[in-house]
């Protein structure tokens, strides 16, 4: 495994690389870091060459108060490790941003693994119940209330928002606190992502490369429609529904997920 940095405008954004093969970029979730993809590692580095990286504000990674496009970030992660073209999966926010990445730079994307994201330009409102949690956590980071926010936000994310506490296994609880409670306590700059100029969501039909959708039943209702709009807008997409996943399948079901990839990555060549 090699390491290290790839510059970005104002930051730098640390990188961890391993194994032999055609490249597969994994990017992280908004209440994550690259160890989440900890189980995805060992598996496909067994033949492909597998790169994961901290976005900005997150990890390893640096950055200062700016204004910045994930689009160019993903991009220069690319370019830096020479890399022309990869197969992307991305988790969540890191979902939504590799669908973005798609769409701008659909020559560098061997094919796309859209897990548990949200689509650009799309707008979902949730039940009431799910609505009150999210402004719960809203109250606790304005209070600064740090560990009964990140308990909340380990709830929301590992379990599911309307799911009962503890749902699952300790050891995927505790990962999933850690990685929140470092994003939450971080004593960094916080930067801003810029929007796309044109959003994918009345871009779907733009996207050529093979694409699968992983969704957990248990996520959030607004996950789950991003998931409906991109099986029904993006041509020969594939889809994997796990009936006992929240937020953060790859963690929850890693043997299960690395099938369910493998068997997307075989079949197109990938």
Request: some cysteine; hydrophobic content about 40%; glycine content about 10%.
């Amino acid at each position: 495994m090699d390491s290290g940095y790839v510059p970005v405008p104002d930051g730098a954004l640390y990188f961890e690389r391993t194994g032999h093969g055609p490249p597969i970029v994994f990017v992280h979730a908004g209440v994550a870091d690259l160890t989440m993809w900890e189980s995805q590692v060992g598996e496909f580095a067994r033949d492909h060459t597998v790169v994961c990286f901290d976005s900005r504000g997150f990890g390893r990674s640096r950055t200062e108060a700016v204004e910045f496009s994930p689009v160019d970030d993903l991009r220069a992660v690319l370019d830096h490790l020479d890399l022309r073209q990869a197969v992307v999966v991305g988790c969540s926010r890191g979902g939504q941003q590799s669908l973005d990445f798609t769409l701008e730079e659909p020559g560098r994307v061997a094919g796309l693994v859209w897990v548990c994201g949200g689509v650009s330009g799309s707008s979902h409102e949730g039940p009431a119940e799910q609505t009150a949690v999210f402004d719960r956590i809203e109250a606790l980071w304005r209070a600064k209330d740090w560990d009964a926010l990140v308990d909340l936000e380990t709830h929301v994310w590992a379990d599911g928002p309307l799911q009962p506490e503890g749902r699952v296994p300790r050891a995927v609880r505790e990962h999933v606190r850690r990685m929140i409670y470092a994003i939450e306590t971080r004593n960094e700059p916080e930067p801003t992502a810029l929007p796309l100029a044109r959003p994918a969501a009345d871009r779907l039909h733009e996207i050529t490369c093979p694409a699968l959708v992983v969704i957990g039943a248990h996520d959030t209702s607004g996950t789950r429609a991003s998931a409906d709009l991109l099986t029904g807008g993006v041509t020969g997409v594939e889809r994997v529904d796990f009936p006992d996943a929240a937020h953060l399948p790859n963690l929850e079901h890693p043997e299960r997920f690395n099938a369910a990839v493998r068997d997307f990555l075989t079949r197109h060549g990938l």
